[in-house]
C-alpha cells in the first residue's frame, strides 16, 4: 500500500498570494518558504500594499536555512501582473484590510495569519536577527503544517 501523501499536498490551494505592509519581510519570506516546502505546481507570489525596499536581515535569515530570494524585489499590489489567486493570506492588518477591499465579492479566500513586524525590535543586531528567525520559522511551521489554508478552525 502507497503512503498517504503529506496533508499539504491534500489541502494546498493551487495559486497562493502572500501579501504585507511593504513586500520586504513577512510577505517574501512567507512566498520562499511556500516554493520550498509545498508542491511544484503551486503558483506562489507576494506583494506588499505599498513599494517597499528589500531587507538584508531577511537575506541573512533566510541563508541560515538554506534559501534565498535570488534577485527578487518588493512588489506592490497594484504591480501584480495576474489578479486570480484561490487564497491570499495576509501577514498584517493593513494587508489584510486592503485584500478584502481587493478581492470584494470574488469567491477568493482572504486568510489572516496574524505575523509580528521584526523591524518594532530594537537592540542587538542579534536580538534583531532573531526576531526576523521568529518570523520566518513562525511561516515554516504553519505552511510546513498543511494547515491553515482556510478561514476553518486549525483543530488538531
Keep these: 500500500m502507497a503512503d498517504p501523501a503529506p496533508a499539504h499536498e491534500k489541502t494546498t490551494p493551487g495559486a497562493i498570494l502572500f501579501v504585507c505592509g511593504m513586500n520586504s519581510i513577512r510577505s517574501p519570506m512567507a512566498e520562499v518558504i511556500a516554493r520550498s516546502i509545498l508542491p511544484a505546481g503551486t ?13 538584508p536581515f531577511v537575506d541573512k535569515v533566510l541563508d541560515e536555512i538554506g534559501l534565498d530570494l535570488g534577485e527578487r524585489q ?37 486568510i489572516y495569519w496574524p505575523t509580528p513586524d521584526p523591524t518594532v525590535v530594537t537592540g542587538t543586531r542579534d536580538r534583531i536577527l532573531d526576531a526576523y528567525r521568529e518570523v520566518r520559522d513562525m511561516l515554516r511551521q504553519r505552511i510546513g503544517s498543511g494547515k491553515g489554508w482556510s478561514r476553518e478552525p486549525l483543530g488538531p
Design 74 to 110: 518588493p512588489q506592490a499590489l497594484d504591480e501584480l501582473a495576474d489578479d486570480y489567486f484561490d487564497v491570499i493570506v495576509t501577514l498584517a492588518p493593513e494587508a489584510h484590510h486592503r485584500a478584502l477591499e481587493r478581492t470584494g465579492s470574488t469567491a477568493v479566500e482572504v
Design 43 to 55: 503558483y506562489i507570489t507576494s506583494a506588499g500594499v505599498r513599494p517597499g525596499e528589500r531587507d
